[in-house]
């Protein structure tokens, strides 16, 4: 079943679709997930700071363990780091290339705030796009929730989509989670 989050639709990108998903298990105990977005690896990369991080790449990570799952497609022509912030600490953070799709599988439990930032050449030593920045924040937070027979899944698309509900905001790239 599909829950979507709504909000008014601001920011530079007006329109992004935010929507949440239930997994439930089945009778076996299995936890049954219908796909077709590539999944990504956890590990860090152990590139230089010049080198473009990999689509899915890992760059912070204070929260995994959990059952919780952020997909994350990004349609733009540019790459993106979504970061995840629970309470004003920054929990985990993502980099997603330009046309591509990744995911964190294992968010644990907790009430997140959502920022994300896009750009071309991504400083891993400064955590900041240094062409082309952009910094936003959506409006809702996301709330990760288990139960002995379900978890939550929401999908992020960082493109502009027809009838989004997800409104943004600009934010400082001072007050930006680094």
């Given at each position: 079943?599909?829950?979507?989050?709504?909000?008014?639709?601001?920011?530079?990108?007006?329109?992004?679709?935010?929507?949440?998903?239930?997994?439930?298990?089945?009778?076996?105990?299995?936890?049954?997930?219908?796909?077709?977005?590539?999944?990504?690896?956890?590990?860090?990369?152990?590139?230089?700071a010049a080198a473009r991080p990999r689509n899915g790449a890992i760059l912070?990570?204070?929260?995994?363990?959990?059952?919780?799952?952020?997909?994350?497609?990004?349609?733009?022509?540019?790459?993106?780091?979504?970061?995840?912030?629970?309470?004003?600490?920054?929990?985990?953070?993502?980099?997603?290339?330009?046309k591509s799709t990744a995911s964190i599988k294992d968010v644990r439990d907790?009430?997140?705030?959502?920022?994300?930032?896009?750009?071309?050449?991504?400083?891993?030593?400064?955590?900041?796009?240094?062409?082309?920045?952009?910094?936003?924040?959506?409006?809702?937070?996301?709330?990760?929730?288990?139960?002995?027979?379900?978890?939550?899944?929401?999908?992020?698309?960082?493109?502009?989509?027809?009838?989004?509900?997800?409104?943004?905001?600009?934010?400082?790239?001072?007050?930006?989670?680094?």
């Amino acid at each position: 079943m599909k829950n979507k989050l709504l909000a008014p639709r601001t920011g530079l990108i007006a329109a992004f679709a935010m929507a949440a998903t239930l997994v439930t298990a089945s009778p076996s105990g299995a936890t049954t997930v219908s796909t077709t977005t590539t999944s990504a690896t956890t590990a860090s990369t152990t590139t230089t700071a010049a080198a473009r991080p990999r689509n899915g790449a890992i760059l912070f990570d204070r929260i995994s363990g959990g059952r919780g799952v952020l997909k994350i497609k990004n349609g733009l022509r540019t790459d993106g780091v979504v970061i995840l912030v629970r309470g004003k600490t920054k929990a985990i953070s993502i980099y997603v290339r330009a046309k591509s799709t990744a995911s964190i599988k294992d968010v644990r439990d907790g009430t997140y705030r959502l920022y994300f930032t896009t750009g071309y050449r991504y400083s891993k030593s400064r955590h900041r796009f240094t062409r082309a920045a952009t910094y936003q924040r959506f409006n809702d937070r996301l709330r990760y929730y288990t139960t002995a027979t379900a978890s939550r899944i929401y999908t992020l698309t960082l493109h502009p989509v027809r009838g989004g509900n997800a409104g943004t905001q600009h934010v400082n790239p001072k007050d930006f989670p680094a």
